[in-house]
């Protein structure tokens, strides 16, 4: 059964701070890797795809990467702005699911 | 954006009841999925569909039922509803397969009491 683990639960940093959120997957066959952002009371709101290993992806201060079992996404010198919850899933090659993970809340301090 | 609207947005309910939640899409999308979120637990996906009157099963269907009879609408049923069922309830859509890129709906809360 597909799977995706997310870490840390939640992640408090200083503006500027720059760090890293982490998701590990199990899957059958991977079809893609995907990252999205939710903002409290909000539907997710989709970042990137990544599809195989050595994939990166950027956006304004977010970057994505896949590996063959996990991906990172790096916040490079954050903002206030980029508070929310980060969340990771997965899609396999069995079916047309789409699994989340429990998902990163992150917290920038001004 | 693309069009996507769930009704109720909000809805109070007791043990026992059935509760139908509606998922209405405007961009002819042939994916469509419905999420409970919960605390600790994130987003787990209930029911799927990939096209009319094709739906399968995901991680958390038991209790849920699902039925697509157009392409636009989509629409959960608890057939008796329990008080394990309180969640934010989220559908959402896509045309692209492989992209993953999921359009959410606002969300539905439903309390059962």
């Given amino acids: 059964e597909d799977q995706v683990t997310q870490s840390p639960e939640a992640l408090r940093l200083q503006e500027g701070e720059s760090s890293s959120l ?36 950027e956006k304004e201060r977010l970057k994505a990467t896949l590996t063959k079992k996990e991906s990172f996404l790096h916040i490079t010198a954050p903002k206030p702005e980029d508070s929310a919850t980060y969340l990771c899933a997965v899609r396999g090659n069995r079916d047309d699911k789409i699994i989340f993970g429990k998902g990163t809340r992150l917290h920038i301090l001004p | ?65 699902v039925s697509r009879s157009k392409t636009e609408d989509f629409l959960l049923t608890l057939e008796s509803a329990t008080s394990s069922q309180t969640s934010v309830y989220f559908c959402a859509s896509t045309g692209e397969r492989d992209t993953g890129e999921l359009f959410f709906g606002e969300g539905s809360r439903l309390t059962v009491l």
């Fill in chain 1, 22 to 57: 982490n998701c590990s997957y199990t899957v059958s066959g991977l079809r893609g890797l995907f990252w999205y952002r939710q903002d409290p009371g909000k539907g997710p709101e989709f970042l990137f795809t990544l599809y195989s290993a050595g994939e990166e992806k």
């Fill in chain 2, 1 to 65: 954006d693309a069009g996507i609207t769930q009704s109720p947005r909000h809805k109070v309910t007791e043990t026992g009841t059935p509760v139908t939640l509606r998922c209405h899409q405007t961009e002819n999308h042939r994916y469509m999925y419905w999420y409970r979120q919960d605390p600790g637990h994130g987003l787990r996906l209930i029911h799927y569909s990939y096209g009319v009157k094709d739906t399968d099963k995901g991680e958390v269907s038991d209790g849920y039922s």
